[in-house]
């Protein structure tokens, strides 16, 4: 693929991370089958103490005021911490839950966090290190020292962002990045997300570039006013023709350069 220009206004990059940063497989075959195996332990070991209170209370919050009233099926009785007086029998019920809300993909705030959590002490003990494609590091580098500013938005929490970039397999790669981003700030899928984000950037939008693999949020960050460049990066998902033809395509981040302004 050709090289891609930054337009010049650009002051800012957004960057996603699943298949964008980071390969789609060790968010599915690492961090994902991570929660499943250790969930129920976690719960059991954390479930008296106050963040893990505040996940489960997040969780029920959730499905009382968003999946019911939208008649979503869902374990109705699921992360009620309160009513319960066997432990493991609520404790049971948080696991059915957690686990519906993965096999259905979900992309919940109070899910977000909770795994983040859970992934707090796996990246800390060395079980997990975050893993980013070779050139995102060289490329980020380069942006920064031409001016620009690099911020992150994931539908995994701050948390879970900062523990991915934070314990890498390239070090702690945070003094890289100058702000992040998760759904507290809106859907990916809704145009007003990245409005907010240009705002809390303090740049207008047309002076953001995003970088993300999944169209849906490429043509809301477009509706926003925002540059877009879709990443190709093995296992994501297939474009479709008309996207092929729609959108800047890249493979690799070193194909990405700013454009030069000649006075």
């Not at 066997?86 to 259905?104: G, H, P, S, T």
């Amino acid at each position: 693929m050709a090289t891609v220009s930054i337009p010049a206004c650009s002051s800012a990059l957004l960057l996603d991370i699943e298949g964008t940063t980071t390969p789609i497989t060790f968010v599915k075959d690492i961090l994902f089958p991570y929660i499943k195996e250790h969930l129920e332990d976690y719960l059991s070991t954390h479930w008296e103490e106050d963040e893990c209170k505040q996940d489960v209370h997040l969780l029920k919050k959730q499905v009382i005021e968003e999946d019911m009233k939208q008649n979503r099926a869902c374990p109705v009785h699921t992360v009620d911490q309160t009513v319960h007086t066997d432990e493991e029998k609520a404790i049971r019920e948080v696991v059915e839950n957690v686990l519906w809300q993965m096999a259905a993909d979900r992309k919940s705030t109070a899910l977000k966090q909770f795994q983040g959590h859970m992934w707090r002490s796996a990246y800390a003990s060395g079980r997990i290190k975050g893993e980013v494609y070779q050139d995102v590091v060289p490329s980020i580098r380069t942006w920064r020292a031409r001016g620009l500013k690099v911020y992150i938005y994931s539908s995994g929490s701050v948390e879970a962002q900062k523990l991915l970039f934070g314990y890498s397999v390239e070090g702690d790669l945070l003094e890289l990045f100058d702000g992040h981003f998760d759904t507290s700030i809106g859907a990916k899928v809704d145009a007003k997300s990245y409005e907010r984000i240009a705002e809390r950037i303090g740049c207008q939008p047309e002076e953001i570039t995003f970088l993300t693999d999944v169209t849906r949020e490429a043509k809301a960050a477009e509706e926003a006013g925002i540059n877009v460049v879709v990443v190709v990066r093995p296992g994501n998902m297939e474009l479709t023709d008309e996207e092929r033809g729609h959108y800047n395509l890249i493979t690799s981040f070193s194909q990405l350069h700013r454009m030069r302004v000649f006075i």
